[in-house]
């Protein structure tokens, strides 16, 4: 008997009231077979005193793992009945709340592991726990978002939520925090990886078979032949590459230098952007000026790829929402073990 009461401290039970009467090992897992029993109370209705009536049917509880091996607890609950009102009553005990199977320690669990990058359904598999327990937990998390105070400086970028949907992310580029994360953009962006749009120092020097012109030649080739049909075209062409050069090298004032000497000289659609750019001058300087990138915020997006890999993707986006959060934004307490030495 002694055994078994050092067994409830190993376990972390520490209700008195639970007795383990014996310890089955299973081929697949292990089954502590306890029973909850105590005096009777008074009647909730009548105020009368209750009696010891018999035990539940063994109610199926979870538990951490035990040398390795899945646990769960088959335990007996007393049963109290009130001969005067005909009241029955079922024993209760702190490690699992009233009308539940999940024990406390389960959830603390779950909430634990749902900190880390891993997936719910592995989440579920390592507690021997079904994946509508532990999405039931993610939704126990609630977050409340002020945007009457935004940060000074903050990140925004997009990620791919499901097949050919991009979703809005906004982070807290100082502290890393989430501010926000919204299920879809209210822009769609496109690029266009054209030849003509790349950094002419960048180009390729490898020749290649090109099917169109029916010969062996570079990318520069290839551009020196599409500039040759317009010399309008050439003209905005060498224009371009000189602002994204001094745009690269972040010199604000000989860019917008060529803005305001070229802006009467090119085409109408180039006068549209250039007019826009002026407008943000200010935005663009400051953005030229300063030393802050997305960079955080990217690496902030692999955790969230990393998260969505695991899960092998989440139907439900407000559950992907609450992970992220939950993942993210919840700091995991460090430990720092100190070594004896011999």
């Known amino acids: 008997m002694e055994q078994l009461h050092f067994i409830t401290k190993l376990l972390d039970i520490k209700d008195p009231n639970i007795q383990i009467?014996?310890?089955?090992?299973?081929?697949?897992?292990?089954?502590?077979?306890?029973?909850l029993d105590y005096d009777a109370p008074l009647c909730p209705d009548c105020g009368n005193q209750m009696k010891k009536y018999d035990f539940q049917k063994p109610?199926?509880?979870?538990?951490?793992?035990?040398?390795?091996?899945?646990?769960?607890?088959l335990l007996k609950k007393r049963r109290f009945k009130c001969y005067q009102c005909s009241k029955m009553m079922?024993?209760?005990?702190?490690?699992?709340?009233?009308?539940?199977?999940?024990?406390?320690?389960?959830?603390?669990?779950?909430?634990?592991?749902?900190?880390?990058?891993?997936?719910?359904?592995?989440?579920?598999?390592?507690?021997?726990?079904?994946?509508?327990?532990?999405?039931?937990?993610?939704?126990?998390?609630?977050f409340k978002h002020d945007f009457s105070r935004l940060p000074e400086i903050m990140s925004w970028d997009e990620y791919t939520f499901t097949k050919g949907k991009m979703s809005f992310i906004a982070q807290d580029f100082e502290k890393l925090n989430i501010i926000t994360v919204l299920e879809g953009r209210t822009q769609a962006i496109k690029?266009?990886?054209?030849?003509?749009?790349?950094?002419?120092r960048k180009l390729s020097d490898k020749r290649f078979y090109r099917p169109t012109f029916r010969m062996h030649l570079t990318n520069?080739?290839?551009?020196?032949?599409?500039?040759?049909?317009s010399e309008d075209l050439k003209h905005h062409y060498h224009l371009y590459q000189l602002l994204l050069f001094h745009f690269q090298n972040k010199k604000p004032e000989k860019f917008f230098g060529l803005f305001e000497d070229n802006i009467k000289k090119v085409?109408?659609?180039?006068?549209?952007?250039?007019?826009?750019?002026?407008?943000?001058?200010?935005k663009i300087v400051n953005a030229l000026q300063l030393?802050?990138?997305?960079?955080?915020?990217?690496?902030?997006?692999?955790l969230i790829k990393l998260i969505k890999r695991n899960a092998f993707g989440f139907r439900n986006f407000e559950n992907f929402k609450k992970r992220i959060f939950v993942a993210l934004n919840i700091k995991k307490e460090r430990t720092k073990f100190v070594l004896s030495r011999a």
């Open 220 to 229: 520069k080739e290839i551009l020196d032949k599409l500039l040759s049909y």
């Open 21 to 35: 009467i014996d310890i089955i090992n299973k081929n697949t897992h292990k089954e502590i077979i306890a029973k």
């Open 191 to 200: 690029r266009y990886w054209k030849l003509i749009q790349q950094d002419s």
């Open 267 to 282: 085409h109408s659609l180039f006068q549209t952007v250039f007019k826009t750019f002026l407008k943000d001058k200010g």
């Open 59 to 73: 109610s199926k509880i979870p538990y951490l793992e035990t040398t390795g091996m899945p646990t769960r607890i």
């Open 291 to 302: 030393s802050y990138s997305n960079a955080k915020l990217e690496a902030t997006n692999n």
């Open 90 to 142: 079922v024993s209760e005990t702190p490690i699992v709340k009233k009308n539940h199977q999940i024990p406390r320690i389960i959830n603390q669990k779950i909430a634990q592991k749902l900190i880390e990058k891993t997936s719910m359904t592995g989440i579920a598999h390592q507690l021997s726990i079904s994946t509508s327990t532990v999405i039931r937990k993610l939704n126990d998390f609630r």
